[in-house]
């Protein structure tokens, strides 16, 4: 009786142990909290579903460590990018494309988008953007600024006039009085950028944030001029865009944080 009756007081003590989360406070097995179970759900409203968006080649570097961002953020969001001339996507749209988002290099291209009616509500502008008179590492032509891009004896990238990067190239040598001599037009800035990188040319004529992005192989010769001529980059939702809720987080995105500061640490200037 006296064992049966000890068997029974340590089958209730070791209950009463299991009851209570097991030895000496362990809760490994207790239920999350309600603050821990909304750090690791996803609010009822994000954004999912994929969103296409356009835009200008400079804008490469930035939209990629935007996008990577946003995956942390919103996983069921992928964002998918076509990056190149600014004129070029506003061609593709216009001819039918899809496309959820449109950023551009300058506001002439938009207005392009604008007038063609692919474009819903107003264009809002996200940062903006100088020229650099770059050169390969430690400088084998000789550049010393501006005027050199007329020596027929070196080699020249500058965009193509109808794109951004060499309307604005354009502008800054009026304002400097010089007329270049170019050996090469390139498609968009970062096919100017790489000509130098490469050495493939003495100089070119491209934004300070691709020649930044470039690293160590371009430096760039100092022009008081481009302070005279700044590009406005607008962005703008579609208006046929496939996924517009995911579009409109992409936009709120690249106008707000984390956008703004990842553009800013680019080079880009603000708004």
Do not use: H, W
Request: aromatic share 2%.
């Amino acid at each position: 009786m006296r064992r049966a009756r000890l068997a029974l007081a340590v089958t209730a003590a070791a209950l009463l142990s299991v009851a209570c989360g097991g030895d000496d406070g362990d809760d490994s097995s207790a239920a999350p909290s309600d603050e821990a179970a909304a750090e690791t759900t996803e609010p009822a409203d994000a954004p999912t579903g994929t969103v296409t968006v356009l835009a200008a080649a400079s804008l490469t570097e930035s939209f990629e460590a935007l996008a990577d961002q946003l995956g942390d953020d919103y996983p069921d969001l992928e964002i998918v990018y076509s990056f190149g001339p600014s004129s070029g996507l506003v061609e593709q749209l216009l001819s039918g494309a899809p496309a959820d988002v449109l950023a551009t290099a300058d506001t002439n291209t938009m207005d392009d988008a604008v007038a063609g009616g692919v474009v819903d509500g107003e264009p809002r502008i996200f940062a903006r953007n100088t020229l650099a008179l770059a050169v390969p590492a430690g400088n084998p032509g000789n550049v010393t600024g501006l005027a050199d891009l007329a020596n027929p004896d070196l080699r020249i990238a500058i965009c193509e006039p109808q794109v951004p990067c060499g309307g604005a190239a354009q502008r800054l040598l009026d304002a400097a009085g010089v007329t270049a001599a170019p050996d090469t037009l390139t498609t968009d800035v970062k096919e100017a950028a790489s000509l130098v990188a490469l050495g493939e040319a003495d100089a070119a004529l491209i934004y300070l944030t691709d020649a930044a992005a470039e690293g160590d192989a371009v430096e760039t010769i100092d022009v008081p001029e481009t302070d005279q001529v700044v590009n406005d980059y607008p962005v703008a939702l579609l208006t046929d865009a496939p996924n517009p809720e995911g579009a409109q987080a992409v936009v709120d995105a690249i106008t707000g944080e984390p956008g703004q500061t990842i553009l800013g640490e680019a080079g880009f200037l603000a708004p």
